[in-house]
């Protein structure tokens, strides 16, 4: 256990020395800020940007907390598998392409602690961005629409870090595979693309990461 510990706090140093919790913190608050708001105010665009703007905006319902939501599970759950993929394309790749992974598992470190650190670390950098978000999104819904159930509120968050981290698992696991991060991310892509084609089918769908959100 102690072995894991070190393997953890070393893997979450560089994910704070290499930017990535940064990034992934910042990208994920930004559309935690900007998805009730698009929300709100994505009728008032149309009606600028179209030549008849004003007759179709009289079909469109006025928009609700509900929309902000579905903004947000939308905003959320496509950037957040595009950072998933790049941020764990090199987790292990780039190690072994470099060498220090042949030096940290002759420590000796085994290979499940080695995998399950770098595994904890990247979802404890999107359980981070995915509460940032959270609490923006929240925030920016009371003040534009309504107050929304809290306990939803966190289990759908919940359930959206859970949906994110099958595909940084698939990614982590694509980078074991191969030298190259070029490869790991196609093939991970390539996991992304099954996955949604057997999301589309009847009763098989059920069971795809997609019916978490």
């Given at each position: 256990?102690?072995?894991f510990?070190?393997?953890?706090?070393k893997?979450?140093?560089?994910q704070?020395?290499s930017y990535?919790?940064i990034?992934?913190?910042?990208?994920?608050?930004i559309?935690?800020f900007?998805?009730?708001?698009?929300?709100?105010?994505?009728?008032?665009?149309?009606?600028l940007?179209?030549?008849?703007g004003d007759?179709?905006?009289?079909?469109?319902?006025?928009?609700?907390?509900?929309?902000?939501v579905?903004?947000?599970?939308?905003n959320?759950?496509q950037?957040?598998?595009l950072?998933a993929?790049?941020?764990?394309?090199?987790a292990?790749?780039?190690?072994?392409?470099?060498?220090?992974?042949?030096?940290?598992?002759?420590?000796?470190?085994p290979?499940?602690?080695f995998?399950?650190?770098k595994m904890?670390?990247l979802?404890?950098?999107?359980?981070?961005?995915?509460?940032l978000?959270g609490?923006a999104?929240?925030?920016?819904t009371?003040?534009v629409?309504e107050?929304l159930?809290?306990p939803?509120?966190?289990?759908?968050?919940g359930?959206?870090?859970?949906?994110i981290?099958?595909?940084?698992?698939?990614?982590?696991?694509?980078?074991?595979?191969?030298?190259?991060?070029?490869v790991?991310?196609?093939l991970?892509?390539?996991?992304?693309?099954?996955?949604?084609?057997?999301?589309?089918?009847?009763?098989?769908?059920d069971?795809?990461?997609g019916?978490l959100t």
């Amino acid at each position: 256990m102690r072995i894991f510990w070190v393997a953890l706090r070393k893997e979450l140093i560089e994910q704070w020395r290499s930017y990535r919790l940064i990034v992934v913190g910042a990208v994920l608050l930004i559309f935690g800020f900007a998805s009730p708001l698009l929300a709100k105010y994505a009728p008032e665009m149309l009606r600028l940007a179209l030549p008849q703007g004003d007759e179709i905006l009289k079909l469109i319902p006025p928009p609700t907390a509900a929309d902000a939501v579905a903004q947000y599970l939308k905003n959320m759950s496509q950037f957040g598998i595009l950072l998933a993929v790049l941020m764990a394309m090199g987790a292990v790749a780039q190690e072994k392409d470099k060498g220090t992974a042949a030096l940290m598992l002759v420590k000796p470190m085994p290979r499940g602690v080695f995998l399950a650190a770098k595994m904890v670390a990247l979802g404890l950098t999107f359980a981070v961005g995915i509460a940032l978000a959270g609490v923006a999104c929240y925030y920016y819904t009371l003040l534009v629409f309504e107050v929304l159930s809290l306990p939803a509120w966190l289990a759908l968050n919940g359930l959206l870090l859970l949906f994110i981290l099958v595909y940084v698992a698939l990614t982590l696991l694509c980078s074991t595979l191969s030298q190259s991060q070029v490869v790991s991310g196609a093939l991970a892509f390539g996991f992304l693309v099954v996955l949604s084609s057997l999301g589309a089918l009847p009763r098989l769908g059920d069971w795809m990461p997609g019916r978490l959100t």
